[in-house]
């Protein structure tokens, strides 16, 4: 016989129940949201206790089950809010799910020995209980089977315990110690999360991987112990744990965050940590980490994945292996204490706002970067960049707001230079563009790039900051014998402006004066109106050429010794510019074998070879593809 009542409101001034003789079972539902209910009377001829049977009964301060009780339903007495204590019979084998679930003034349960496993929610909500001992029998704990159990203060979980549902102890804010025994393979997600009293855990060496949220928000934790058993930490698994000083990884680990990162992002007092060699791939792992000063990145991870370090405002020192070849948006974004990160030439990929807001000051970037991410050094306190040659597009507000760059060098591999690129560089001034004018016009420059093209632009830069030759535009070989001539170049008169024509110290090297009656060779820019606007001396240097296609150096012992400023040219001190090699007239070479030249040089590259008709030298070969020797 099976008694049941379904009460749908009326029966809600139902204060005390008996049953009669020869009830078996209590059906599902029976006594549900019977809120008046005080006591019940179970006889012993009761074997089950249905699904939800007593749930919601909120005045229910009491109920004695007895050993007859073989089976007890899902959610049995769940939101039982005023029950404080329950005498389980020793004949169950299993809590069910929800059992005593919101069960919020329950003090104090007995679990029977015989029990083996305790279902999801047991007792979740159950935040009067502050002790409760689960028999060795037991090897699972259902999700959520303590969560939010708010007074529970400590609790033994047996050896034979395999396996330890998702929130599990979620939300048990007043626990502080816990031991996770030897046979638990995984500690599944949000298992301790938000238990804010717990100040240490001992991860067994059992356990292969930590899930998603497993210890999130403990933030009284100070300690964690990982065993090498471990081979994966996943998202968030330690985040915003704001007492973790320290944190040991062991080389097991292969995978740290692999999907939404942030495995310890937020861990406020972490200050320093080590990526281990075994990892590939970090993603959002020390995100907010503002207390942390230095990273070490063990050489095998490969990528440094988006928000990484993002918010690590005191870290002042990363060290990046040479086998990353990618670092992600945000990677570094606000860390407001670094001042320069070495970026190994493995890299090829730099992200979106991979170092915005950062305290850069200086960086090198390395050719191998193909790809420099939309705002990815912005707002840093760069006060120079040099763009490798590897890269073609500078994309949006790549450098905006870097109110402290003054200069900046842009190779002629360069053919877009995206909106807000170099807006708001108020100091910039000087660009120099490895390319020649023709093709610097040719580039297309987004709008918002006023600093950028209002910069006095240098033409054919050899790519590190300074000058060189510029043969694109136009070049001037001879005698000076006034300053304010003008000059006649393929029949085409050109004057210089007044602020040259004006300003003889403008001249580099040497005065105006100097160069009166003297050959020079000047290098000279037109404006608008087809005016000389800059000019250039280089240093005319005699030799010969004794072989053109040897090694990239000149040696010349037969002449008398050359010096440049005081110091002696030697063998191997100078190298043929790219230009020089593809531009020298190759038709005149059969005239000028066995003539003297004169090489022009700048810094250590020579940039233009004349004939000179006084000989003290001679070219016995030249191949144009090859170099002086």
Same mark, same amino acid.
């Not at 209910?37 to 249905?50: A, D, E």
């Not at 000389?532 to 010794?561: A, F, H, M, R």
């Not at 230009?579 to 022009?600: E, H, L, N």
């Given at each position: 016989?099976?008694?049941?009542?379904?009460?749908?409101?009326?029966? !809600? #001034?139902? &204060?005390?129940?008996?049953?009669?003789?020869?009830?078996?079972?209590?059906?599902?539902? #029976?006594?549900?949201? =019977?809120?008046?209910?005080?006591? *019940?009377?179970?006889?012993?001829?009761?074997?089950?206790?249905?699904?939800?049977?007593?749930?919601?009964?909120?005045?229910?301060?009491?109920?004695?089950?007895?050993?007859? *009780?073989?089976?007890?339903?899902?959610?049995?007495?769940?939101?039982?809010?005023?029950?404080? /204590?329950?005498?389980?019979?020793?004949?169950?084998?299993?809590?069910?799910?929800?059992?005593?679930?919101? =069960?919020?003034?329950?003090?104090?349960?007995?679990?029977?020995?015989?029990?083996?496993?305790?279902?999801?929610?047991?007792?979740?909500?159950?935040?009067?209980?502050?002790?409760?001992?689960?028999?060795?029998?037991? !090897?699972?704990?259902?999700?959520?089977?303590?969560?939010?159990?708010?007074?529970?203060?400590?609790?033994?979980?047996?050896?034979?315990?395999?396996?330890?549902?998702?929130?599990?102890?979620?939300? =048990?804010?007043?626990?502080?110690?816990?031991?996770?025994?030897?046979?638990?393979?995984?500690?599944?997600? /949000?298992?301790?999360?938000?238990?804010?009293?717990?100040?240490?855990?001992?991860?067994?060496?059992? *356990?292969?991987?930590?899930?998603?949220? %497993?210890?999130?928000?403990?933030?009284?934790?100070?300690?964690?112990?990982?065993?090498?058993?471990?081979?994966?930490?996943?998202?968030?698994?330690?985040?915003? =744990?704001?007492?973790?000083?320290?944190?040991?990884?062991?080389?097991?680990?292969?995978?740290?965050?692999?999907?939404?990162?942030?495995?310890? #992002?937020? @861990?406020?007092?972490?200050?320093? %940590?080590?990526?281990?060699?075994? *990892?590939?791939?970090?993603?959002?792992?020390?995100?907010? @980490?503002?207390?942390?000063?230095?990273? !070490?990145?063990?050489?095998?991870?490969?990528?440094?994945?988006?928000?990484?370090?993002?918010?690590?405002?005191?870290?002042?020192?990363?060290?990046?292996?040479?086998?990353?070849?990618?670092?992600?948006?945000?990677?570094?974004?606000?860390?407001?204490?670094?001042?320069?990160?070495?970026?190994?030439?493995?890299?090829?990929?730099?992200?979106?706002?991979?170092?915005?807001?950062?305290?850069?000051?200086?960086?090198?970037?390395?050719?191998?970067?193909?790809?420099?991410?939309?705002?990815?050094?912005?707002?840093?306190? +760069?006060?120079?960049?040099?763009?490798?040659?590897?890269?073609?597009?500078?994309?949006?507000?790549?450098?905006? #707001?870097?109110?402290? +760059?003054?200069?900046?060098?842009?190779?002629?591999?360069?053919?877009?230079?995206?909106?807000?690129?170099?807006?708001?560089?108020?100091?910039?001034?000087?660009?120099?563009?490895?390319?020649?004018?023709?093709?610097?016009?040719?580039?297309?420059?987004?709008?918002?790039?006023?600093?950028?093209?209002?910069?006095?632009?240098?033409?054919?830069?050899?790519?590190?900051?300074?000058?060189?030759?510029?043969?694109?535009?136009?070049?001037?070989?001879?005698?000076?014998?006034?300053?304010?001539?003008?000059?006649?170049?393929?029949?085409?008169?050109?004057?210089?402006?007044?602020?040259? &024509?004006?300003?003889? %110290?403008?001249?580099?090297?040497?005065?105006?004066?100097?160069?009166? $009656?003297?050959?020079?060779? %000047?290098?000279?820019?037109?404006?608008?109106?087809?005016?000389?606007?800059?000019?250039?001396?280089?240093?005319?240097?005699?030799?010969?050429?004794?072989?053109?296609?040897?090694?990239?150096?000149?040696?010349?012992?037969?002449?008398?010794?050359?010096?440049?400023?005081?110091?002696?040219?030697?063998?191997? $001190?100078?190298?043929?510019?790219?230009?020089? &090699?593809?531009?020298?007239?190759?038709?005149?070479?059969? $005239?000028?074998?066995?003539?003297?030249?004169?090489?022009?040089?700048?810094?250590?590259?020579?940039? &233009?070879?004349?004939?000179?008709?006084?000989? !003290?030298?001679?070219?016995?070969?030249?191949?144009?593809?090859?170099?002086?020797?």
């Amino acid at each position: 016989m099976e008694a049941s009542i379904h009460p749908n409101g009326e029966w !809600t #001034a139902i &204060k005390t129940v008996e049953f009669e003789d020869g009830v078996t079972s209590i059906g599902n539902d #029976a006594f549900t949201q =019977c809120y008046g209910l005080r006591s *019940v009377t179970i006889p012993s001829s009761i074997t089950t206790i249905g699904r939800r049977a007593f749930s919601d009964c909120s005045s229910l301060t009491s109920i004695n089950i007895p050993n007859s *009780v073989t089976s007890i339903g899902d959610g049995a007495f769940g939101n039982c809010s005023s029950l404080t /204590s329950v005498n389980t019979p020793n004949g169950i084998t299993s809590i069910g799910s929800g059992v005593f679930g919101g =069960c919020s003034s329950l003090t104090n349960i007995n679990i029977p020995n015989g029990v083996t496993s305790i279902g999801s929610g047991a007792f979740s909500g159950c935040s009067s209980l502050t002790n409760i001992n689960i028999p060795s029998g037991v !090897t699972g704990i259902g999700s959520g089977a303590f969560q939010s159990c708010t007074g529970l203060t400590n609790i033994n979980i047996p050896n034979g315990v395999t396996s330890i549902g998702s929130s599990a102890f979620n939300g =048990c804010n007043s626990l502080v110690s816990i031991n996770i025994p030897n046979s638990v393979p995984t500690i599944e997600y /949000s298992t301790f999360q938000n238990c804010t009293s717990l100040t240490s855990i001992n991860v067994p060496n059992s *356990v292969t991987s930590i899930e998603r949220w %497993a210890f999130s928000g403990c933030t009284s934790l100070t300690s964690v112990t990982i065993p090498d058993s471990v081979t994966t930490i996943k998202d968030s698994a330690f985040e915003d =744990c704001t007492s973790l000083t320290s944190i040991n990884i062991p080389n097991s680990v292969t995978s740290i965050g692999h999907y939404l990162g942030g495995a310890f #992002a937020g @861990c406020t007092s972490l200050t320093s %940590a080590t990526i281990p060699d075994s *990892v590939t791939s970090i993603r959002d792992v020390f995100a907010g @980490c503002t207390n942390l000063t230095s990273v !070490t990145i063990q050489k095998g991870v490969t990528s440094i994945k988006d928000g990484c370090f993002s918010d690590c405002t005191r870290l002042t020192s990363v060290t990046i292996p040479d086998s990353v070849t990618v670092i992600g948006g945000s990677a570094f974004w606000r860390c407001t204490n670094l001042t320069s990160v070495t970026i190994p030439s493995s890299v090829t990929t730099i992200g979106d706002s991979a170092f915005s807001s950062s305290g850069l000051t200086s960086i090198i970037i390395p050719n191998s970067v193909t790809t420099i991410g939309e705002d990815a050094f912005s707002s840093t306190d +760069l006060t120079n960049i040099i763009i490798p040659n590897s890269i073609t597009n500078i994309s949006d507000s790549a450098f905006c #707001a870097c109110a402290s +760059l003054s200069s900046v060098t842009i190779p002629n591999s360069v053919t877009t230079i995206g909106t807000n690129a170099f807006s708001a560089c108020t100091k910039l001034t000087d660009v120099y563009y490895t390319g020649n004018k023709s093709q610097w016009k040719a580039i297309e420059i987004g709008v918002y790039n006023d600093y950028l093209t209002s910069a006095t632009i240098h033409y054919n830069s050899s790519g590190s900051g300074t000058d060189t030759p510029d043969f694109a535009d136009y070049a001037y070989f001879g005698k000076m014998d006034s300053w304010n001539r003008s000059v006649v170049i393929d029949g085409v008169e050109y004057s210089f402006t007044e602020e040259f &024509k004006n300003s003889p %110290a403008n001249l580099p090297y040497l005065s105006a004066g100097n160069y009166l $009656d003297n050959y020079v060779y %000047a290098l000279f820019n037109l404006n608008e109106a087809s005016q000389i606007s800059s000019l250039q001396y280089i240093t005319g240097i005699p030799c010969k050429l004794e072989d053109w296609n040897s090694s990239d150096s000149i040696v010349d012992t037969s002449l008398e010794p050359i010096f440049i400023g005081g110091t002696k040219l030697k063998p191997g $001190d100078y190298r043929v510019s790219e230009i020089t &090699k593809g531009s020298f007239p190759t038709d005149q070479i059969a $005239d000028w074998i066995g003539d003297d030249i004169r090489v022009y040089t700048s810094g250590e590259e020579i940039f &233009k070879l004349i004939h000179i008709e006084h000989k !003290t030298g001679v070219i016995t070969s030249f191949d144009p593809n090859g170099s002086p020797r």
